[in-house]
């Protein structure tokens, strides 16, 4: 099956620590894209990739890092520095940048105490 | 700066009932507008995309229109059932240099009583 996967599905980590939520996909799309969502808030977009080897920050890139060595998988770091780090992340793809559909993974829960 | 709203923000309807779900966006430079499911705790299911070139998308019991010039689209579900109960957002791709980012309104939680 073709699609985009998420894990874990929960995660809890102590404040201080760097954690990184994983995205794989298998449907050969060259963009990818991570975004946060809070309650009563929109998604907001994080870091975004047209390529490999290529990312840009998106609206709210503070705290956040990523990677995109393989084109089937941009990881995010959630590092020490994003002040709010609880939150439902949630990664996506698309064939390309420009006017085409972008798919979701079915997202990680990430909760710091 | 793009703006998406969504009225309103909850909605309860019996079932069978035909309902109107309503997305406003405030910059009418658009790539194109995007229809998302999401239910409880899950991911974005996709459920219609309309290219800003297109006035109107149809899938199954779903319908969804776009008007450029007055900010506007609505997606229209018919006979509406029990499954269908979910958020629903809508998402505009905003031109921004290369970028095709989508700016998500808060969503629409639609309850469907059996």
Redesign the interface.
Known sequence: DGGITQSPKYLFRKEGQNVTLSCEQNLNHDAMYWYRQDPGQGLRLIYYSQIVNDFQKGDIAEGYSVSREKKESFPLTVTSAQKNPTAFYLCASSISQGSYEQYFGPGTRLTVT | KQE?TQIPAALSVPEGENLVLNCSFTDSAI??L?W?RQDP??????LL?I??SQREQTSGRLNASLDKSSGRSTLYIAASQPGDSATY?C?V?NYGG??????????TLLAVQP
Not at chain 2, 41 to 46: A, C, H, P, R, V
Not at chain 2, 98 to 104: E, G, S
């Open positions: 998406v790539y194109n995007q998302f705790g899950k991911g974005l299911t996709s995309l290219q800003s957002l998402a791709g290369a970028t095709n980012k989508l700016i998500f309104g808060t969503g």
